[in-house]
Each structure stands twice: as structure tokens, then as C-alpha cells.
């Protein structure tokens, strides 16, 4: 299957590694689950990190351009545009000739799942940290409140 990571992070083919880096940030924003808490962004931000680390490195972006220039010039009909999925930006039936790429960007996948597993584990790991922080704290302040008061109900009664 063919990404377009050009596509993924908003930028344009001629883009530079601090234009790449921007995109990669502006996406990463605009996907964070804390800006989409109703939706699973899992896929998206893995698609994200997963373009951003072969952009990145200019080696990788050179060899994914030949093969960016190859998957265009021999899927230029209309096939091709009906093959693209919801998303925008993938393609099916296409075969790396660059089998160096191939595992780049075999490795960059991993590295996206894992990295976005880390990120998403800290969110949630750290939602209820924050959530029982919460409750530790209402019930420390809370707590020594009622007992005084029970205390001075206990004591007017007599």
C-alpha cells in the first residue's frame, strides 16, 4: 500500500525539514486525543509520526520521492483516484521497488505504533493520576471538615 506522507502532514513535495517538522506539529495538534476526546485518533497519529520519520531523514525522503514519482506516473487515470480510501491519502495495489525504503518505512510504522502506544498509555495513565489526585484531595479536605462538624454537632447536643 502506498501512503502519500506529503498529504498526511499538509505539506507540499518541495518542503523543507522545517517545513516537514511544522506539519508534523500541526497535525499532531490538530489529531491529540485532548482536541478530539470523542474520537479514536490512534490511527491518524500513527499515520502522523509514521510519515514525519521518513520525511525527516533525507536519505529516506529521497528514496520515498523516486517511488512517490513512480506510484504517480503509472496511477495517473482515474483507477486510481477511485482506489484512494476515506482518509485521502492511501493507496492499494503498489509494489516498493526500493526494498531499503521497504524497510524504512517498515521500521517507521513500528516506531509510530510504539511511540503513539506511549503517548496514549501517558494520557490515560496520567487522567487518572490527575483523577485520583482529585479524589485524594476532596476527600483530604473534606474529611477532617465532617469530622469537625459531627464533632460540634455532637457537642451542642449536650
Given amino acids: 500500500m502506498f501512503k502519500d506522507y506529503y498529504s498526511i502532514l499538509c505539506i507540499g513535495r518541495n518542503a523543507t525539514i522545517d517545513e516537514i517538522k511544522n506539519g508534523y506539529r500541526t497535525e499532531c ?3 491529540h486525543p485532548d482536541k478530539n476526546p470523542n ?5 491518524k497519529m500513527q499515520d502522523i509520526v509514521e510519515a514525519y520519520l521518513v520525511l525527516k531523514d533525507e536519505e529516506a525522503k529521497q528514496r520515498y ?3 512517490y514519482d513512480n506510484f504517480y506516473h503509472t496511477h495517473q487515470s482515474e483507477e486510481a483516484a477511485s482506489s484512494k480510501t476515506k482518509q485521502g491519502y492511501e493507496y492499494s495495489e503498489y509494489q516498493f521497488q526500493d526494498e531499503i525504503l521497504k524497510k524504512w518505512m517498515e521500521n517507521a510504522k513500528k516506531q509510530a505504533k510504539n511511540s503513539v502506544r506511549e503517548v496514549i498509555d501517558e494520557f490515560k495513565g496520567a487522567s487518572t493520576e490527575a483523577f485520583n489526585y482529585t479524589v485524594y484531595s476532596f476527600i483530604k479536605i473534606l474529611l477532617p471538615m465532617a469530622v469537625g462538624l459531627l464533632l460540634f454537632k455532637t457537642c451542642t447536643k449536650f
Fill in 29 to 31: 495538534k490538530k489529531w
Fill in 39 to 43: 474520537k479514536d485518533t490512534t490511527q
Fill in 65 to 67: 520521492d523516486v517511488e
